[in-house]
């Protein structure tokens, strides 16, 4: 049976969580065909033949589709995907909003965050956030999974050469309008595939003061996060929160400054390689999963630290 | 115009979850259990639209074992009018909740349904989505602001990069994050007057859906616990210990 993989992107880049979902989808076998939904998408579609081990690449590039709204997906993807053993997409908010869409019109259950592939047939995934871990079976003809992107080694991006088909299936469900969007720019690498990673929490205080933690990235060339804690204070926005309900990051390092370590937060970031923190409370939680544990007051501890960086 | 609110019986989000040592499950026996507070937010959504005048009727619903009439009831304390309590000790998964829910939303006909974005037992993230495929309805999901305006919902909702506002034509279906809002506690007396409002109870069967369970779980298992390392006294060995033991930077 082949697998429909459905390409994550902005319109106008692939994203490297592309790269992570095929390498899944590999996991399962057989041949893999990408989906790149959304408008203006012709070089999002080159980059995608361009995946490593890709079969065949769908393009449905139409305006109903440009801002990936959940109910049009949806019925995209549905009807795209009928004739697939495996629809694959990844965990983010796009995925969340259009695949259990495309499940219940398949009368299909849904894998949801998988982290590894067993058979088939067969699914790991995290519940409780991250407290436990499920192996899950599905009996339904179609599995429409969808892939915690830092749990699969990505595939390489190029060295693929896969065909190219337009698709003509224009699906407007007519029941919502894009209004507007507010979307973060920053320079800083991508929170949810960056390599260093460091955050901050209720003990920054204030929005401003996560410029000592930019500072700091910028010297690692690391993304900024952020715990619930810190964005529901409005110190910084919503799409830093790391977390079980925000994002997963698995980074290489991952330093967490002035937050305690709540179970919510450990979901989204315990499978980091190394973790630091930094905590004037020597009984926070968060030391019994970092690798280094530094006690004291950020205040102090973290000029110290971009000047230390900066004299390496 | 009536506002569905769907709440679900979770384990308390302070409670330390541990594994069943056969690996079938997570131990629920005695464990204290909770509205999800995502469907606290949903309820709470709800209640600020009646008062703003927006909502006239709040119907509170939710699915499983008889115990879940304790958070109808919490619900009906916030501030919901009614309850309805689709009674079965069976597991329900996601797909299967969100055709009972279509059953009871064509038999109240609300013009909004408000569930949580995400149940955190199962971390499914799918209920709110699969109802409005089902009934064909727009979805608002992961809200941090509802805007009722006429036959229209304009809903802001907090994805990946940033913030995103959709208008949809009611009904609808929104469901809830965490920035929505900032739940309220019930009073005494609202708790004692909560227990005389209407709770009707029904079963699957009398909804005419079938919810066997399409995935099965083959085994639980406690994660791969993480060692807690070491302290280091400054920074100028925090430094060292990255550069020369982990090599990270
Ligand atoms: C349904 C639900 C979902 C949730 N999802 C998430 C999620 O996705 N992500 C998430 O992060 N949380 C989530 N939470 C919230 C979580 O339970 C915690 O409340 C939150 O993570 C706490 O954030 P914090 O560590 O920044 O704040 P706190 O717990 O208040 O900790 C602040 C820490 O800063 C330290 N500190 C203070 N001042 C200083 C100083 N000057 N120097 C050094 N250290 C200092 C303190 O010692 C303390 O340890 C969720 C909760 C619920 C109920
Ligand atoms: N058994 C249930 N009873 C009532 N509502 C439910 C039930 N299961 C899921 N929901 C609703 O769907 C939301 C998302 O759940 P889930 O898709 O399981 O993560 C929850 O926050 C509830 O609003």
Known sequence: ??????????????????????????????????????????????????????????????????????????????????????????????????????????????????????SEDTFVRPIYAGNAIATVKSSDAIK??????????????????????????????????????????????????????????????????????????????????????????????????????????????????????????????????????????????????ADYGLVGDLFQVIPELESSLKAL | MKVLVAVKRVIDYNVKVRVKPDNTGVDLANVKMAMNPFCEIAVEEAVRLKEKGVASEIVVVSIGPKACQEQIRTALALGADRGIHVETSEEV???????????????????????????????????????????GMGQGTFASEVVVDGDKVNVTREVDGGLMTVSLSLPAVVTTDLRLNEPRYASLPNIMKAKKKQLDVMSPEDLGVDIAARLSTLKVEAPAARKGGVKVADVAELVDKLKNEAKVI
């Open chain 1, 144 to 289: 429409v999974i969808t892939v915690r992107p830092t749990a699969f080694d990505p595939v390489a991006a190029e060295g693929g050469s896969a065909s190219v088909e337009t698709l003509d299936v224009v699906k407007d469900a007519g029941l919502s309008t894009f209004v507007n969007e507010e979307l973060a720019k920053s320079d800083r690498p991508d929170l949810a595939s960056a390599g260093i990673v460091i955050s901050g929490g209720r003990g920054m205080q204030n929005g401003e003061n996560f410029k000592m933690l930019e500072q700091i990235a910028d010297l690692l060339g690391a993304a900024v996060g952020a715990s619930r804690a810190a964005v529901d204070a409005g110190f910084v926005p919503n799409d830093m929160q790391v977390g079980q309900t925000g994002k997963i990051v698995a980074p290489q390092l991952y330093i967490a400054v002035g937050i305690s370590g709540a179970i919510q937060h450990l979901a989204g970031m315990s499978d980091s390689k190394v973790i630091v923190a930094i905590n004037k409370d020597e009984e926070a939680p968060i030391f019994q999963v």
């Open chain 2, 93 to 135: 998964q996601s797909l299967e909740a969100a055709k009972l829910l279509k059953a009871v939303v064509e038999k109240e006909e609300p013009k909004l349904v408000i569930l949580g974005k995400q149940s955190i037992d199962s971390d499914n993230n799918q209920t709110g989505q699969m109802l409005a495929a089902l009934t």
């Open chain 1, 1 to 118: 049976m082949s697998i429909l993989v459905i390409a994550e992107h902005d319109n106008s880049e692939l994203k490297q969580a592309t790269l992570s979902v095929v390498a899944a989808a590999k996991a399962v076998g057989g041949d893999i065909d990408v989906l790149v939904a959304g408008e203006n998408v012709s070089g999002v579609a080159e980059a995608a033949a361009k995946i490593e081990g890709v079969n065949k690449v769908l393009v449905a590039d139409n305006a109903v589709y440009g801002h990936f709204l959940g109910e049009n997906l949806g019925e995209l993807v549905a009807e795209v995907g009928k004739g697939y053993g495996h629809i694959f997409a990844a965990a983010g908010t796009v995925g969340k909003d259009f695949m259990p869409r495309v499940a219940a019109l398949l009368d299909v259950a849904q894998v949801s965050d998988i982290m590894r592939v067993e």
